[in-house]
């Protein structure tokens, strides 16, 4: 639901985040609870619950928000010897925020899959 949705008040700025990124059609967020260095968030502006909803209709924009993260590699040290990206996908794949969201996560990784 957009209205309840965290992620679409966080666009909307009824909710604060510490944004890294914004263009048109999606947002880059600090996660609040980094599960490495560096750990941000993806976000479309338009409220898609998961990858499971994505169409070729929306494959520019999910090639979008992939290819954003080689500028974010660039903003952060941390990212030189290169990243990880996650996309949960469901309950049963660990999504959380029914807002699709892409993770992206540099420095100390281990631990994660
Ligand atoms: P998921 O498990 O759905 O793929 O991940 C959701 C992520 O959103 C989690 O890593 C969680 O820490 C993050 N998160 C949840 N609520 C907020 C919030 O209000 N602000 C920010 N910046 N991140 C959030
Ligand atoms: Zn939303």
Known sequence: MEKECIFCKIIRGEVSSEKIL?????????DINPKADVHLLIIPKEHITSLREFNSEKADMLGKMLLVSKELAKKFDQAKDGYKIAINVGKGGGQIIDHFHIHFLAGNLTGLP
């Open 22 to 30: 914004e263009d048109e059609d999606f947002i880059v967020i600090k």
